[in-house]
Protein backbone atom coordinates (compact mmCIF):
# COMPACT_ATOMS: atom_id res chain seq x y z
CA UNK A 1 0.00 0.00 0.00
CA UNK A 2 1.41 3.49 -1.02
CA UNK A 3 1.37 6.26 1.73
CA UNK A 4 -0.62 9.18 0.66
CA UNK A 5 0.71 12.87 2.13
CA UNK A 6 -2.40 14.26 0.12
CA UNK A 7 -4.53 11.68 -0.11
CA UNK A 8 -3.91 10.65 -3.27
CA UNK A 9 -1.07 9.76 -5.18
CA UNK A 10 0.02 13.22 -6.28
CA UNK A 11 2.40 14.28 -9.47
CA UNK A 12 4.73 15.84 -6.83
CA UNK A 13 4.72 13.10 -4.67
CA UNK A 14 6.27 11.02 -7.35
CA UNK A 15 8.48 13.00 -8.41
CA UNK A 16 10.35 13.81 -4.69
CA UNK A 17 10.21 9.90 -5.24
CA UNK A 18 12.24 9.81 -7.65
CA UNK A 19 14.20 12.92 -7.48
CA UNK A 20 14.09 13.84 -4.36
CA UNK A 21 13.55 17.39 -4.82
CA UNK A 22 10.89 19.12 -6.37
CA UNK A 23 10.03 19.28 -9.91
CA UNK A 24 8.33 21.70 -12.14
CA UNK A 25 7.11 21.27 -15.54
CA UNK A 26 7.97 23.68 -18.30
CA UNK A 27 5.80 23.92 -21.21
CA UNK A 28 7.42 23.97 -24.43
CA UNK A 29 6.33 24.95 -28.05
CA UNK A 30 8.47 22.88 -30.44
CA UNK A 31 6.81 24.49 -33.69
CA UNK A 32 4.19 21.33 -34.37
CA UNK A 33 0.62 21.11 -35.74
CA UNK A 34 -1.68 18.32 -36.09
CA UNK A 35 -3.52 16.16 -38.27
CA UNK A 36 -6.71 18.08 -37.68
CA UNK A 37 -5.38 21.28 -38.18
CA UNK A 38 -3.06 21.02 -40.86
CA UNK A 39 -5.67 19.77 -43.61
CA UNK A 40 -4.74 15.62 -43.51
CA UNK A 41 -7.72 15.01 -41.46
CA UNK A 42 -9.57 18.47 -40.93
CA UNK A 43 -8.25 21.76 -40.81
CA UNK A 44 -10.95 23.35 -37.89
CA UNK A 45 -8.49 21.58 -34.73
CA UNK A 46 -10.52 19.02 -31.77
CA UNK A 47 -13.89 21.07 -30.89
CA UNK A 48 -12.17 22.39 -27.75
CA UNK A 49 -9.32 22.79 -28.29
CA UNK A 50 -7.66 26.42 -28.60
CA UNK A 51 -5.74 28.45 -31.65
CA UNK A 52 -2.32 27.49 -29.80
CA UNK A 53 -3.19 23.98 -29.40
CA UNK A 54 -3.80 23.84 -25.59
CA UNK A 55 -0.62 25.16 -24.98
CA UNK A 56 -1.86 28.51 -23.73
CA UNK A 57 1.36 29.25 -21.25
CA UNK A 58 3.81 28.97 -23.89
CA UNK A 59 6.27 30.96 -25.33
CA UNK A 60 6.18 30.16 -29.57
CA UNK A 61 8.26 32.86 -30.49
CA UNK A 62 11.20 31.88 -28.54
CA UNK A 63 13.73 28.87 -29.77
CA UNK A 64 13.55 25.66 -26.82
CA UNK A 65 16.46 27.44 -25.37
CA UNK A 66 15.01 30.78 -24.70
CA UNK A 67 11.57 28.95 -23.92
CA UNK A 68 13.22 27.11 -20.81
CA UNK A 69 14.96 30.48 -19.85
CA UNK A 70 11.96 32.22 -19.66
CA UNK A 71 9.84 29.32 -17.86
CA UNK A 72 12.75 29.14 -15.51
CA UNK A 73 12.38 32.63 -14.60
CA UNK A 74 8.98 32.83 -13.86
CA UNK A 75 8.67 29.40 -11.99
CA UNK A 76 11.91 30.42 -9.92
CA UNK A 77 10.20 32.95 -7.71
CA UNK A 78 8.33 30.40 -6.60
CA UNK A 79 10.54 27.19 -6.31
CA UNK A 80 14.16 28.30 -6.05
CA UNK A 81 15.70 24.62 -5.52
CA UNK A 82 13.88 23.21 -8.25
CA UNK A 83 14.64 20.95 -11.31
CA UNK A 84 12.78 20.43 -13.89
CA UNK A 85 10.93 18.33 -16.95
CA UNK A 86 10.62 20.06 -20.26
CA UNK A 87 7.34 19.26 -21.33
CA UNK A 88 6.47 19.73 -25.11
CA UNK A 89 2.80 20.16 -24.90
CA UNK A 90 1.46 22.52 -27.77
CA UNK A 91 -0.44 20.53 -30.56
CA UNK A 92 1.00 16.87 -31.50
CA UNK A 93 4.65 16.32 -30.41
CA UNK A 94 5.54 13.65 -32.16
CA UNK A 95 3.71 14.56 -35.69
CA UNK A 96 5.28 16.05 -39.36
CA UNK A 97 8.66 15.77 -38.11
CA UNK A 98 11.65 13.67 -38.89
CA UNK A 99 13.42 12.07 -36.68
CA UNK A 100 16.49 13.86 -36.95
CA UNK A 101 14.29 16.91 -36.01
CA UNK A 102 12.55 15.45 -33.16
CA UNK A 103 15.76 13.81 -31.59
CA UNK A 104 17.30 17.14 -32.10
CA UNK A 105 14.55 18.99 -30.46
CA UNK A 106 14.04 16.63 -27.46
CA UNK A 107 17.72 16.75 -27.07
CA UNK A 108 18.33 20.38 -26.94
CA UNK A 109 15.65 20.66 -23.91
CA UNK A 110 17.62 17.84 -21.94
CA UNK A 111 20.88 19.25 -22.51
CA UNK A 112 19.43 22.50 -20.96
CA UNK A 113 20.82 22.83 -17.19
CA UNK A 114 18.55 21.27 -14.66
CA UNK A 115 15.96 19.95 -16.70
CA UNK A 116 16.02 16.40 -15.58
CA UNK A 117 13.60 14.84 -18.02
CA UNK A 118 11.06 14.71 -21.07
CA UNK A 119 7.96 14.44 -21.44
CA UNK A 120 5.82 15.04 -24.27
CA UNK A 121 2.38 15.56 -25.36
CA UNK A 122 0.77 13.51 -28.38
CA UNK A 123 -2.22 11.88 -30.21
CA UNK A 124 -2.59 8.45 -30.16
CA UNK A 125 -2.59 7.50 -33.91
CA UNK A 126 0.81 9.93 -34.27
CA UNK A 127 3.18 7.35 -32.90
CA UNK A 128 4.84 5.33 -35.75
CA UNK A 129 7.20 2.45 -34.81
CA UNK A 130 10.18 4.68 -35.87
CA UNK A 131 9.32 7.77 -33.00
CA UNK A 132 8.10 4.49 -30.57
CA UNK A 133 11.70 3.26 -31.36
CA UNK A 134 13.16 6.51 -31.09
CA UNK A 135 11.26 7.61 -27.70
CA UNK A 136 12.38 4.00 -26.46
CA UNK A 137 16.60 5.21 -26.53
CA UNK A 138 15.90 8.18 -25.24
CA UNK A 139 13.73 6.40 -22.38
CA UNK A 140 16.99 4.46 -21.46
CA UNK A 141 19.09 7.94 -20.78
CA UNK A 142 16.31 10.02 -19.03
CA UNK A 143 12.95 9.99 -17.36
CA UNK A 144 10.56 10.41 -19.93
CA UNK A 145 6.83 10.01 -20.37
CA UNK A 146 4.35 10.34 -22.92
CA UNK A 147 0.71 11.88 -22.57
CA UNK A 148 -1.64 10.83 -24.61
CA UNK A 149 -5.11 12.31 -25.15
CA UNK A 150 -7.87 10.05 -24.56
CA UNK A 151 -10.31 12.30 -23.05
CA UNK A 152 -12.81 9.77 -23.43
CA UNK A 153 -13.45 5.92 -24.10
CA UNK A 154 -16.83 6.77 -25.60
CA UNK A 155 -16.70 6.66 -29.59
CA UNK A 156 -20.06 8.89 -30.11
CA UNK A 157 -18.20 11.65 -27.84
CA UNK A 158 -14.80 11.27 -30.08
CA UNK A 159 -16.52 11.97 -32.85
CA UNK A 160 -18.21 14.92 -31.56
CA UNK A 161 -14.90 16.01 -30.10
CA UNK A 162 -13.59 16.25 -33.85
CA UNK A 163 -10.33 13.84 -32.32
CA UNK A 164 -10.44 11.94 -35.16
CA UNK A 165 -9.07 8.93 -33.15
CA UNK A 166 -10.47 6.53 -30.49
CA UNK A 167 -10.22 4.66 -27.62
CA UNK A 168 -9.49 1.34 -30.02
CA UNK A 169 -6.31 4.07 -31.40
CA UNK A 170 -5.63 4.91 -27.80
CA UNK A 171 -5.28 1.08 -26.32
CA UNK A 172 -2.98 0.57 -29.37
CA UNK A 173 -1.15 3.04 -28.55
CA UNK A 174 -0.72 2.08 -24.34
CA UNK A 175 0.24 -1.67 -25.53
CA UNK A 176 2.70 -0.24 -27.81
CA UNK A 177 4.76 2.05 -25.19
CA UNK A 178 4.70 -0.54 -22.49
CA UNK A 179 6.26 -2.65 -24.69
CA UNK A 180 8.89 -0.39 -24.74
CA UNK A 181 8.80 0.55 -21.03
CA UNK A 182 7.59 4.23 -21.72
CA UNK A 183 5.46 5.96 -19.10
CA UNK A 184 1.94 6.88 -20.13
CA UNK A 185 -0.12 9.59 -18.96
CA UNK A 186 -3.86 9.51 -20.07
CA UNK A 187 -5.69 13.14 -20.36
CA UNK A 188 -9.06 12.80 -19.59
CA UNK A 189 -12.03 15.44 -20.00
CA UNK A 190 -14.66 15.71 -17.49
CA UNK A 191 -18.26 17.30 -18.19
CA UNK A 192 -18.17 16.49 -21.75
CA UNK A 193 -21.60 17.23 -23.50
CA UNK A 194 -23.98 14.30 -23.48
CA UNK A 195 -21.84 12.55 -21.12
CA UNK A 196 -23.34 11.51 -17.70
CA UNK A 197 -21.80 10.21 -14.81
CA UNK A 198 -22.13 6.76 -15.36
CA UNK A 199 -19.82 7.17 -18.97
CA UNK A 200 -17.27 9.20 -17.09
CA UNK A 201 -17.27 6.25 -14.50
CA UNK A 202 -16.59 3.79 -17.29
CA UNK A 203 -14.23 5.82 -18.80
CA UNK A 204 -12.18 5.30 -15.36
CA UNK A 205 -13.14 1.90 -14.99
CA UNK A 206 -11.31 1.36 -18.57
CA UNK A 207 -7.66 3.36 -17.44
CA UNK A 208 -8.00 1.17 -13.99
CA UNK A 209 -7.67 -1.84 -16.33
CA UNK A 210 -5.06 -0.39 -18.70
CA UNK A 211 -0.82 -0.44 -17.92
CA UNK A 212 -1.03 3.65 -17.68
CA UNK A 213 1.31 5.78 -15.28
CA UNK A 214 -0.29 8.06 -14.26
CA UNK A 215 -3.74 10.60 -15.14
CA UNK A 216 -5.07 13.74 -16.25
CA UNK A 217 -8.81 14.36 -14.68
CA UNK A 218 -9.54 17.57 -16.37
CA UNK A 219 -12.61 19.70 -16.58
CA UNK A 220 -14.28 20.80 -19.49
CA UNK A 221 -12.64 24.25 -20.19
CA UNK A 222 -15.01 26.43 -23.11
CA UNK A 223 -12.66 28.70 -24.62
CA UNK A 224 -12.79 31.48 -26.76
CA UNK A 225 -12.64 31.16 -30.53
CA UNK A 226 -13.36 27.49 -30.24
CA UNK A 227 -16.82 25.71 -31.66
CA UNK A 228 -17.26 24.08 -28.53
CA UNK A 229 -18.22 27.83 -27.37
CA UNK A 230 -21.06 28.12 -29.95
CA UNK A 231 -22.15 24.32 -28.28
CA UNK A 232 -22.30 26.46 -24.99
CA UNK A 233 -23.84 29.70 -25.76
CA UNK A 234 -26.83 28.05 -27.69
CA UNK A 235 -27.42 25.98 -24.45
CA UNK A 236 -26.56 22.76 -25.72
CA UNK A 237 -25.02 21.62 -22.59
CA UNK A 238 -23.93 22.48 -18.95
CA UNK A 239 -21.53 22.55 -16.87
CA UNK A 240 -20.51 21.24 -13.04
CA UNK A 241 -20.36 23.34 -10.43
CA UNK A 242 -17.78 23.36 -8.63
CA UNK A 243 -19.50 21.82 -5.33
CA UNK A 244 -20.47 18.70 -7.61
CA UNK A 245 -16.97 18.36 -9.60
CA UNK A 246 -14.78 18.51 -6.50
CA UNK A 247 -17.52 15.85 -4.72
CA UNK A 248 -17.24 13.52 -8.27
CA UNK A 249 -13.63 14.32 -8.36
CA UNK A 250 -13.19 12.93 -4.84
CA UNK A 251 -15.58 9.90 -6.08
CA UNK A 252 -13.05 9.48 -8.48
CA UNK A 253 -10.32 9.62 -6.82
CA UNK A 254 -11.84 6.78 -4.15
CA UNK A 255 -11.47 3.78 -6.92
CA UNK A 256 -9.07 5.07 -8.79
CA UNK A 257 -6.16 2.32 -9.26
CA UNK A 258 -3.57 3.51 -6.18
CA UNK A 259 -0.63 3.24 -8.08
CA UNK A 260 -2.00 5.56 -10.93
CA UNK A 261 0.16 9.37 -10.30
CA UNK A 262 -2.89 11.95 -10.87
CA UNK A 263 -1.37 14.86 -12.64
CA UNK A 264 -4.10 16.70 -12.59
CA UNK A 265 -7.40 17.33 -10.70
CA UNK A 266 -9.02 20.17 -12.21
CA UNK A 267 -7.60 22.56 -15.25
CA UNK A 268 -5.64 25.44 -15.97
CA UNK A 269 -7.49 27.27 -18.23
CA UNK A 270 -6.05 30.68 -19.80
CA UNK A 271 -7.78 33.70 -18.04
CA UNK A 272 -7.89 35.38 -21.35
CA UNK A 273 -9.62 32.98 -23.41
CA UNK A 274 -11.98 31.06 -20.71
CA UNK A 275 -15.63 31.63 -21.16
CA UNK A 276 -16.53 28.83 -18.42
CA UNK A 277 -16.46 28.17 -15.62
CA UNK A 278 -15.06 30.63 -13.93
CA UNK A 279 -14.23 28.71 -10.74
CA UNK A 280 -11.41 26.88 -12.00
CA UNK A 281 -9.79 30.08 -12.34
CA UNK A 282 -8.71 29.98 -8.37
CA UNK A 283 -7.35 26.78 -8.97
CA UNK A 284 -5.68 26.84 -5.19
CA UNK A 285 -9.97 26.96 -3.79
CA UNK A 286 -10.55 23.57 -6.25
CA UNK A 287 -7.58 21.34 -4.85
CA UNK A 288 -8.73 22.83 -1.03
CA UNK A 289 -11.79 21.81 -1.37
CA UNK A 290 -10.87 18.70 -2.65
CA UNK A 291 -8.64 18.29 0.24
CA UNK A 292 -11.03 18.89 2.48
CA UNK A 293 -13.42 16.40 1.11
CA UNK A 294 -11.23 13.65 0.83
CA UNK A 295 -10.67 14.25 4.82
CA UNK A 296 -13.96 15.01 5.37
CA UNK A 297 -14.93 11.13 3.82
CA UNK A 298 -12.02 9.65 5.57
CA UNK A 299 -10.93 8.68 2.32
CA UNK A 300 -7.74 8.29 0.06
CA UNK A 301 -7.20 6.95 -3.61
CA UNK A 302 -7.95 3.49 -4.03
CA UNK A 303 -10.29 3.05 -1.08
CA UNK A 304 -12.83 1.57 -2.95
CA UNK A 305 -10.99 0.47 -6.04
CA UNK A 306 -12.48 -2.83 -7.58
CA UNK A 307 -15.85 -1.96 -5.75
CA UNK A 308 -19.45 -0.35 -6.89
CA UNK A 309 -19.58 3.28 -7.41
Not at 76 to 97: E, G
Not at 103 to 115: F, H, P, R
Not at 200 to 229: F, Y
Request: some cysteine.
Amino acid sequence: MIYFPKKYYSFNQSMRENFDTKIVKLSLDGGFTCPNRDGTLDNRGCIFCSAKGSGDFTFSTLSINQQLEKQIELTSKKWSDSKYIAYFQNYTNTYKKSLTELKNLYETALNYKYVVGLAIGTRPDCLADEVLDLLAEINKKTFLFVELGLQTIHKKSSKYLRLYYDVDDFNKAVAKLNLRGIKCVAHTILGLPNENRQMIIETVEHLNSLPVWGIKLQMLNVLSGTDLEKDYADGKFTLYSKEDYVSFICDIIEHLREDIVIHRLTGDGAKDILIAPKWILNKRDVLNSIDKELTKRNTFQGKLFGQAW
